[in-house]
């Protein structure tokens, strides 16, 4: 049975970290940031995280995630989404999706080819929750 190492490996490129948003946090999320860094919510709220309503996401800065600096700085308590990424079940409906996906991340091992990474990605889902 295949893992997503067998898939992709991170190279910490910051690719997926660019934007002007960032993926949304849950509270699992929350509190393995806080652990990580060693901080109480408050104080990571005040200088990592941008609240609106109940939507709670990273800042941005120079165009990247806060967390972003030549690579994640909380890689062990990075949000589960992030954890996730570029491993998304988009990629078994559509080879085109493998394409956008793997042409901007240089981890994804495109030397399998789309149908050798497909079988191996349906592996890896049926063990993850999405």
Not at 24 to 29: G, I
Not at 51 to 74: A, E, L, P, S, W
Not at 87 to 97: F, K, V, Y
Request: charged share 25%; aromatic share 10%; net charge neutral.
């Amino acid at each position: 049975m295949a893992d997503d190492v067998d898939i992709f490996d991170c190279q910490q490129c910051g690719y997926c970290c660019h934007g002007e948003t960032t993926v949304s946090l849950d509270a699992r999320d929350v509190d393995r940031m806080c652990t990580h860094l060693g901080m109480d919510f408050a104080a990571v709220r005040e200088k990592y995280l941008r609240v609106t309503g109940k939507v709670i996401q990273m800042k941005i800065r120079d165009g990247h995630c806060i967390f972003y600096d030549n690579g994640c700085t909380i890689h062990p308590g990075k949000p589960w989404r992030c954890s996730q990424w570029p491993i998304h079940p988009s990629m078994l409906a559509d080879e085109a999706n493998f394409s956008a996906i793997s042409s901007s991340c240089p981890g994804i091992k495109k030397e399998l080819g789309y149908k050798r990474f497909r079988e191996m990605l349906q592996q890896v889902v049926a063990k993850q929750k999405f």
